[in-house]
């Protein structure tokens, strides 16, 4: 059965509402489209565990700083709800920019924390835009479950954060990073990449690798992003940062407790970012 | 019946779903406690329009600033729940600081458009406290209707804001300022006034009926502002502002639009608000 596409949120409000209502389990997977196979992958996640499922669809504007690439960001909505109705999904959430952000719109959710550094220092007000549009996606599409991927680990964190201090009722899971062949973690900015730069994107996945070899075989936290901003360095890559954090508060690693690997990069006019969990480390 | 109380969020929220999921509507009172006959007559609203009704009472440290009155705020728990207990109330819900903000909160709701100026210059990060809390509380208490004082109208403008933009599922109701025979508005804070500055405090209530009667009679915004201004100084209070603004986002005034009288003053270390809503002014 194809989705049935709702512009609404009221409509789909009561739509969500009205399964849950039924005791049906609802699972939801917000993305702004573009869809990939790190997306399917969510929303296959997502059928296996619910019993109905939610997609959105909406480029968030206020999570893009002034000279991003909101204007270029990929737009395939046809080529998307195609690649949705091959899978179990019962709606395709696809609001407007005046739904979302009604007129005189004047609030936002900002999330210090987790959303401190890295992508926060590098996109101002990223994260802000990102938590306040997430929040509206969640009162719009009231389901148990949402569904995120970890390639944007500290986008990831930040969220997690807003549902437990607002106190909103769903659980955020976290599905692996689906990968290209070479390592090289999808994402819709791929698309952007020049063929002579995506060659040489997979340094970003393979210094990861080698960052998680070096830190299971015990290498300090300074030596490790030394030989990972060596490594993409000599690939012609544009290092944003390279950093072994907490993988929880993305703050300084706890001995005993999950750290992550990141690194976020430029190649060309396309920027990139990609993590990986590292195990704890004891003593 | 006596309401019962109950600390746990997910413990009230069940409730309030239960009770809604069975088709009963439910009114929601927030409150600061230290109650008085203002925060009754809400309640007693709430309970001639709905089928069950929840109050909370939660003095919410992030509203207050720094060197304001967070500490010396009257506590009157016992007294409380005795004058609910005279009403129909279902639930009387007495959340813990660690409940409302667990262990690393860093979440904020920040509004703009109408918590800026009048309260929000005087009292930075004010109204991202109220915001945040009444946001925290709505899906604690997801209510069809909750309820707030005119007598802070600038905190019904932002929350009702802060509800249209994050799209939270329940409608603000405002209800008309109670006063003292004499004029003043029923706060918390009366309890403060010594009593010779309990009898000054009458002029605010004066300034505003003397601005409605100029403004009914033609008179010009900044006629009225000074002359409020040279009552309020001449009974000794101390002005923060008074203004004659648009009543819904508090910006200029607009014609044919509603407006709105403010006035907030000192007596003594006693900071005291009050307002009046002026009929809209064609041409």
């Known amino acids: 059965m194809a989705a049935v596409t709702i512009t609404d949120p009221a409509v789909i409000r009561g739509e969500v509402s009205a399964?849950?209502?039924?005791?049906?389990?609802?699972g939801f997977v917000p993305t702004m489209g573009a869809l990939h196979a790190g997306h399917l992958a969510l929303v296959e996640q997502a059928t296996r565990e619910c019993d109905d499922v939610a997609v959105s669809i909406f480029v968030n504007p206020?999570?893009?700083?002034?000279?991003e690439d909101f204007e270029r960001y990929p737009r395939t909505l046809d080529r998307d709800l195609d690649s949705l109705s091959r899978l179990r999904v019962r709606w395709v959430f696809t609001p407007t920019e005046a739904a979302m952000y009604p007129h005189g719109a004047a609030t936002r959710v900002v999330v210090a924390g987790p959303a401190c550094g890295y992508e926060g220092t590098i996109r101002?007000?990223?994260?802000?835009?990102?938590?306040?549009v997430v929040c509206r996606l969640f009162l719009s599409v009231p389901a148990d479950r949402a569904y995120f991927g970890a390639k944007d680990w500290q986008q990831t964190r930040v969220i997690e954060r807003m549902v437990r201090d607002l106190g909103l009722p769903i659980a955020v899971v976290v599905c692996p990073t689906v990968r290209e062949p070479d390592g090289l973690a999808m994402s819709s900015r791929n698309a952007y990449l020049a063929p002579e730069d995506r060659s040489r994107a997979v340094a970003l996945s393979?210094?990861?690798?080698?960052?998680?070899?070096?830190?299971?075989?015990?290498?300090?936290v300074n030596g490790i992003e030394a030989a990972m901003r060596t490594r993409l360095e000599s690939r012609g890559i544009v290092v944003?940062?390279?950093?072994?954090?907490?993988?929880?508060?993305?703050g300084q690693v706890v001995t005993g407790q999950p750290a992550v690997a990141l690194v976020a990069g430029r190649l060309?006019?396309?920027?990139?970012?990609?993590?990986?969990?590292?195990?704890p480390r004891v003593g």
Chains 1, 2 share one sequence.
């Open 240 to 250: 944003d940062y390279v950093a072994i954090a907490d993988a929880e508060s993305l």
């Open 268 to 279: 060309g006019s396309t920027r990139l970012i990609d993590n990986r969990l590292l195990s």
């Open 62 to 67: 206020t999570q893009f700083g002034p000279g």
């Open 206 to 220: 393979e210094s990861l690798r080698e960052a998680a070899a070096a830190w299971d075989a015990g290498a300090d």
């Open 124 to 132: 101002p007000g990223h994260f802000s835009g990102v938590a306040t």
């Open 19 to 26: 399964s849950r209502a039924a005791g049906r389990v609802v």
